[in-house]
């Protein structure tokens, strides 16, 4: 499957995943691998952190206005980002429901937290209203929402068909309709779930991603393993061998320093690829893998390494892919769960 084929199976692609995995990460690659492919993506930022704009070089946190991250390049599409949280979509909903004049009293005075505790999910109903707003209003080819980490993520995903069973009538069951039809529509919208190849992230990925299938109904597109060690052939060679091959003479201490770091390297691989298998038999959706980058801080440059390789897993994958029955998890042909 080509990139511009994946970016536009649906207009609305949800990253979500277990905290600190890398779904910031991965939405900005996604990003910018719709942006390389000359498509204009929206990022939404559910919760309001600097995480996003960090990525992109770009050192204010986002507003509830979109902001260009990325401008347009040629042949390339446009980045732009900003934030959705729950308080900004309820001040919108009010707004726009006719009641602009109390809306800032009630949020300022906390009021808004009172409704929310009463009714619960409003919160995620509104800003997943808003989403869909987007999804049908705006001309931009890709919206690509961070989701809020794992546990909160199938909260997020599921408010909505909680709160159709609660609600009879009115405007909110009409908001949570809304949210459920276009959650549940595989050529509306998907999830991208990220996962390290580790034990934790990979039992919660497992977990998260049949709680989405069964509650939510929603199509999976695939899981993103962050973070795999890049192969390094030749570790596993003698390095006073290698060393003596080159005509050098490394001091005892420096050889075992290199053993160690050798051994190390490969211990970890070793059980990447563990989780790697172990993934794949338990969750039959197609894995994208991306590397992990020995750098201090991830900024536009390796978003545009993780874009390229998120590519190259997008290009391995089979055309007719996702958004189709064939991206759901079928319970009946996956292994036991872990
Ligand atoms: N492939 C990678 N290689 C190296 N560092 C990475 C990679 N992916 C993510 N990181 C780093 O790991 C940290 C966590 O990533 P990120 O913020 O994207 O995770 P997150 O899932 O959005 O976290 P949170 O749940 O807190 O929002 C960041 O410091 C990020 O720069
Ligand atoms: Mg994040």
Redesign the pocket.
Known sequence: MDPVGFCTQTRLLIVA???????????AAVARMAADAGLSTLLVDV?G?G?LPA?FGYDELLGYEETVMAPQRPGAGEIRARTLTPDDALLEYLEEHGMRRISRKLLSSGAIDVVATAVPGIKDILVLGKVKQLEQGSAIDLIVV?A??AGHAVTFLTSASGLLDSVRVGPIRAQAQDVVDLLSNPARCQVLL?TLPEETPVNEVVETAYKLEDRVGVSLAAVVV??LYPPRPGLDADPAEVAERQGLRLPATELEQLRAAARFRLGRAALQAEQVTRLARSLPLPQLP??????T??GWP?VGI?ARALAAGVRALPIERAASSSGTVDASTVSPRP
């Open positions: 995943g277990k905290g600190g995995v890398g779904k910031t990460t991965v939405s919760e952190k995480g990525v961070d809020p980490a990220v962050n973070g991306l590397p992990y980058l020995f750098t801080e991830v390796e993780l």
